[in-house]
Nanobody, 119 residues
Framework: QVQLVESGGGLVQAGGSLRLTCTAS????????MGWYRQAPGKQRELVAV???????NYADSVKGRFTISRDNAKNSVNLQMNSLKPEDTAVYYC?????????????WGQGTQVTVSS
């Protein structure tokens, strides 16, 4: 069984920083793409950043220059460093990962972590 567990969310003032971490555990053979999404109240879930195995990354326009995604392959984890936070960054943040196990490959999601940015 594979699990993704996020940590690092919380309450921060505008202009502050937070670092989210997502760690995958279980019967993992390999991990491909890992990414972060977010969902604000009343809105659809949206892509924040994705790290494509091999070093390239894509970001939503709204977070470019402020957020940085990074991976630690030895720990099966992905991080999201969030700087210069704005109230509009308030959302539940979810990580996902394309994981191959002995049963095949599919996309897994974490349970989400709340990020609240006060003005």
């Amino acid at each position: 069984q594979v699990q993704l567990v996020e940590s690092g969310g919380g309450l921060v003032q505008a202009g502050g920083s937070l670092r989210l971490t997502c760690t995958a555990s279980g019967n993992i053979f390999s991990i491909g793409v890992m990414g972060w999404y977010r969902q604000a109240p009343g809105k659809q879930r949206e892509l924040v950043a994705v790290d494509i195995s091999g070093g390239s990354a894509n970001y939503a326009d709204s977070v470019k220059g402020r957020f940085t995604i990074s991976r630690d392959n030895a720990k099966n984890s992905v991080n999201l460093q969030m700087n210069s936070l704005k109230p509009e960054d308030t959302a539940v943040y979810y990580c996902n990962a394309l994981i191959r196990t002995t049963s095949g490959q599919r996309l897994y999601w974490g349970q989400g972590t709340q990020v609240t940015v006060s003005s």
